[in-house]
Nanobody
């Protein structure tokens, strides 16, 4: 079992920044690929970013590329999502997720992840 706790959400003006954090406990964090997903009201959950456990390679949704950065600290069992140049359309509940034995393609799909955080709300005002 891996327990994930998301934090760092809040209300920010367009153009501002937020840093989300996901703290993991339980089984060995280092062996899990980590992803961030988001879900806005009335919309389906969508992929935001992911980072592999084996080589640290990252993947981003086109909508956040160049603005968001995912990183992990294996010593602290945390993964972060630095969000810059935020837009109103970034407003959503953000979830971190952990999965193992995933190809880079698999990282894009929430159904491939086994463990999920509780979510943290990000609201960007215009």
């Amino acid at each position: 079992q891996v327990q994930l706790v998301d934090s760092g959400g809040g209300l920010v003006q367009a153009g501002g920044s937020l840093r989300l954090s996901c703290a993991a406990s339980g089984r060995t964090f280092i062996g899990y690929h980590m992803g961030w997903f988001r879900q806005a009201p009335g919309k389906e959950r969508e992929f935001v970013a992911a980072i592999r456990s084996d080589n640290g390679n990252t993947v981003y949704a086109d909508s956040v590329k160049g603005r968001f950065t995912i990183s992990r600290d294996n010593a602290k069992n945390t993964v972060a999502l630095q969000m810059n140049s935020l837009k109103p359309e970034d407003t959503a509940n953000y979830y971190c997720a952990a999965g193992s034995q995933l190809s880079t393609y698999d990282l894009l799909f929430g159904a491939r992840y086994r463990y999920w955080g509780q979510g943290t709300q990000v609201t960007v005002s215009s």
